[in-house]
């Protein structure tokens, strides 16, 4: 059965990093797109990233300033996010989800997510 | 890109149908028929119900349905069950080839 398993979240204090990661089982994980979200405490759902089956094409939200950067290894099943100079606004609950063949697909399967914390 | 605009709330009684809508802009919602929606309940992550506006995935309910006009799409429950309340977001594909989410909404079954 397909899993999404995520870690690397934690308490890190403002302006610190992070690397989020996403162990993907039970699927041909080079098949698919993956992407990240991230839904902070109480809040709806935002869409961060996402990131072709080679890697080479890739699409962020406006809003991440180019402080995030996601990559995959799929040779490991595995997707990452680099998130830098984090503000309290990071805060939050990071899901990655599994897209399908295009960057429109929708998102079938997801995580659990991994807690970030960014406070003094 | 701006959030796609739901209605904080929708209630309703069991048995009943209830629609929720999802508003963006010929940019996104308007311009694709790339629209998806996910239920989340307390404490757990996103499930895909409808994707490309209509399509139910393997194992979603008939009950529910998607729909589309103009910029604005529309996710229909019928036949109201208690399992159903829980938050609602629709998604779309956007212009700028990125995906943008809407603010959600709340379904209480009264």
């Known amino acids: 059965q397909v899993q999404l398993v995520e870690s690397g979240g934690g308490l890190v204090k403002p302006g610190g990093s992070l690397r989020l990661s996403c162990a993907a089982s039970g699927f041909t994980f080079s098949d698919y797109y993956m992407t990240w979200v991230r839904q902070a405490p109480g809040k709806g759902l935002v869409w961060l990233s996402y990131i072709n089956i080679d890697g080479r094409t890739i699409y962020y939200a406006d809003s991440l300033k180019g402080r995030f950067t996601i990559s995959r290894d799929n040779a490991k099943n595995s997707l990452y996010l680099q998130v830098n100079t984090l503000r309290a606004e990071d805060t939050g609950l990071y899901y990655c989800?599994?897209?399908?063949?295009?960057?429109?697909?929708?998102?079938?399967?997801w995580g659990q997510g991994t807690l970030v914390t960014v406070s003094s | 890109q701006s959030a796609l605009t739901q209605p904080a709330s929708v209630s309703g009684s069991p048995g009943q149908s209830i629609t929720i809508s999802c508003t963006g802009t010929?940019?996104?919602?308007?311009?694709?028929?790339?629209v998806s929606w996910y239920q989340q309940h307390p404490g757990k992550a996103p499930k895909l119900m409808i994707y490309?506006?209509?399509n139910r995935p393997s194992g979603v309910s008939n009950r529910f349905s998607g729909s589309k006009s103009g910029n604005t799409a529309s996710l229909t429950i019928s036949g109201l069950q208690a399992e159903d309340e829980a938050d609602y977001y629709c998604?779309?594909?956007?212009?700028?080839?990125?995906?943008?989410f809407g603010t959600g909404t709340k379904v209480t079954v009264l």
């Open positions: 490309d506006v209509t």
């Open positions: 998604s779309s594909y956007t212009s700028s080839s990125t995906q943008v």
């Open positions: 989800a599994r897209g399908g063949e295009g960057p429109a697909a929708p998102f079938d399967y």
């Open positions: 010929s940019g996104d919602v308007g311009g694709y028929n790339y």
